[in-house]
């Protein structure tokens, strides 16, 4: 009766993992970009396209890329007149 308890339990929690380990890995962020942020910059430093170019490393799943949470500072250094590349 013990045995036929502990093997019982055991697949129990064997099931739960199982469970636990198969459900959506995805992150869930209580954060998101602006919708209204407004990247317009009046007087910006370059000509359009002119300006230094910045490489952004988005080959190694940086959830900051990967989300989309660079978005705003890409438009935002794109209409200063910097040339962004991720």
Do not use: W
């Amino acid at each position: 009766m013990r045995k036929m308890n502990f093997i019982t339990h055991s697949m129990l929690i064997l099931f739960t993992f199982l469970v636990v380990s198969c459900t959506d890995q995805q992150p869930k962020f209580p954060m998101g970009n602006d919708e209204n942020f407004d990247a317009t910059i009046t007087t910006p430093s370059f000509n359009r396209g002119s300006g230094p170019k910045i490489l952004v490393d988005g080959g190694h799943n940086n959830f900051f890329v990967q989300f989309n949470f660079f978005e705003p500072l890409q438009q935002l250094l794109i209409s200063d007149g910097y040339v962004v590349e991720v």
